[in-house]
């Protein structure tokens, strides 16, 4: 299984990036899919996760800023980030929770290589 993520790059505050991953391989189902990041120096936060129901959740400090949605056809999901902030910018990790085609009823946690977001003006 492999989680491919794109769309990171360097923009100036309050401008916009869109974040997408794609989970390709084996999968039998995708349970939940979702970002999570991590700026230098600090810990893994999570940014928004959208399970197979379509129920979101967010990160404090993204609330209102960031929108989740998902393509199910095509296991993607998608991170909207508007009115970026300079502490906005880490590295932003896709995740999926995923059952293979192997073992249908276990459900497994994977992650993708990471896109680094840059906000600076």
């Known amino acids: 299984v492999q989680l491919q993520a794109s769309g990171g790059g360097l923009v100036q505050p309050a401008e916009s990036l869109t974040l997408s991953c794609t989970a390709s391989g084996e999968i039998y189902r995708i349970n939940a899919m979702g970002w999570y990041r991590q700026a230098s120096g600090k810990q893994r936060e999570l940014v928004a996760t959208i399970n197979k129901g379509g129920a979101t959740s967010y990160g404090d400090s993204v609330k209102g800023r960031f929108t989740i949605s998902r393509d199910i056809a095509k296991n993607a999901v998608f991170l909207q980030m508007n009115s970026l902030k300079p502490e906005d910018t880490a590295v932003y990790y896709c995740?999926?929770?995923?059952?293979?085609?192997?073992?249908?009823?276990?459900?497994?946690?994977?992650w993708g290589q990471g896109t680094q977001v840059t906000v600076s003006s």
């Open positions: 995740n999926s929770e995923l059952s293979l085609n192997s073992n249908p009823f276990r459900m497994n946690n994977y």
